[in-house]
C-alpha cells in the first residue's frame, strides 16, 4: 500500500514538469514531447528493471514537478495571459 501511495503522489508530481515546459514555451507540441519523453525514459524496462523502481527517480521528479508548478502559477495574476 506505501509503495503504490508513493508511485501516485511520483506520477501525479511527474505530470506536472510537462506544464511547465509547455507554459513556458507557450508550445502544446512541447508539452507532449516532454510529456512521452519523461514517461519513456522513466518506464522503459531492460530484464524486469526500470527508472521508476529506484525510489529516488520518482521522488526527485516529483519534487521537481512541484517546483515546476509554483514556478508556473507564481505570477499568475500580475502577467497578463495572452
Known amino acids: 500500500m506505501r509503495n503504490i501511495l508513493i508511485?501516485?503522489?511520483?506520477?501525479a508530481g511527474i505530470g506536472l514538469i510537462p506544464l511547465y515546459i509547455g507554459m513556458h514555451r507557450k508550445s502544446v507540441p512541447a508539452t507532449l514531447v516532454s510529456a512521452v519523453l519523461i514517461v519513456g525514459v522513466t518506464s522503459a524496462t531492460s530484464n524486469d528493471f526500470s527508472m521508476f523502481s529506484i525510489t529516488?527517480?520518482?521522488v526527485s521528479l516529483a519534487v521537481v514537478g512541484l517546483l515546476s508548478a509554483y514556478l508556473s502559477i507564481r505570477?499568475?495574476?500580475?502577467?497578463?495571459?495572452?
Open 7 to 11: 508511485s501516485a503522489l511520483a506520477s
Open 75 to 82: 505570477n499568475v495574476e500580475t502577467k497578463d495571459i495572452v
Open 56 to 58: 529516488a527517480v520518482p
